[in-house]
Structures are given as structure tokens and as C-alpha cells.
């Protein structure tokens, strides 16, 4: 494994809707923060409160419990993270490649408990992890 290795945007959106079972074409679906408490649970099953988040969050105050939801999952499995959640709850790129190029990592380091055993879809009840409208 390459420490230093930078997926690019495009492999970062299809490798979290393989995994996840959903079709990521923008960060600005991750900022709703549903992702990313998901692609810890792959990483980390059962440590996320997955029954709280909310998967059709549409507004920033949504956004932002979803990220603290995300927190919380980090803090569960002693995953010392810093995150800001303003930034990500507002749809700022930098910050949301930055946090999916270290979840990509770190969810390799536990390839093992999510390869062909985690079910995105069921895990989530069948709901799409963001309904957000994209805004340009």
C-alpha cells in the first residue's frame, strides 16, 4: 500500500458507489454527510449510528448532525479525525476530497470486513444516502 498514493476525483465517486450501491457523481452528494457515516460503518460495522442518520437531509442543520453522527462513529473506534463540519455541511471540495481520500485509505486497511459481506442498501433500508440538490 502506498501511503502517498492520491485517487483522483472520478475514482474516488466510483469506488464509493461500488461499495456503497448508489451512484455518486458529485462530492456535493457526500456534503449531506449520509456517505460518509456509511463508508465508516463498511470500515468499521456497527460503530455508526446508522438508524439516526438522516438520509434524506436537505438543509445544512441536517447536513451538519449527520457529520456529528460521523464524528461520533470516529470517536466509537478510537479515530483521532479532525473534521470540520461547517466546511463539509457546505459543500467545500477541498475538504470533502480530503475526507474521502482518508476514508478510501482507511477503509483498506479493512479490506476484510466489508469485501462482498457489507449490504450498502439493506444496511440503509433500501434509501439513497443523499437527495440533495446539487447547487452550481
Do not use: M
Amino acid at each position: 500500500f502506498n501511503k502517498t498514493y492520491y485517487a483522483s476525483k472520478s475514482e474516488l465517486l466510483s469506488w464509493a458507489s461500488s461499495l456503497l450501491d448508489l451512484e455518486i457523481t458529485s462530492f456535493d452528494q457526500a456534503s449531506t454527510g449520509a456517505i460518509f457515516c456509511q463508508l465508516l460503518d463498511a470500515c468499521h460495522p456497527g460503530s455508526v449510528r446508522l438508524n439516526k442518520v438522516n438520509w434524506k437531509a436537505n438543509c445544512e442543520t441536517d447536513y451538519i448532525s449527520n457529520f456529528k453522527i460521523f464524528q461520533q462513529g470516529l470517536a466509537e473506534n478510537n479515530i483521532e479525525k479532525p473534521i470540520d463540519i461547517n466546511r463539509l455541511a457546505n459543500g467545500k471540495h477541498h475538504e470533502l476530497n480530503e475526507l474521502f481520500q482518508w476514508i478510501e485509505r482507511e477503509l483498506a486497511k479493512y479490506k476484510d470486513n466489508y469485501n462482498e459481506i457489507y449490504n450498502a442498501k439493506r444496511k440503509r433500508g433500501g434509501i439513497k444516502a443523499y437527495e440533495k440538490t446539487i447547487k452550481h
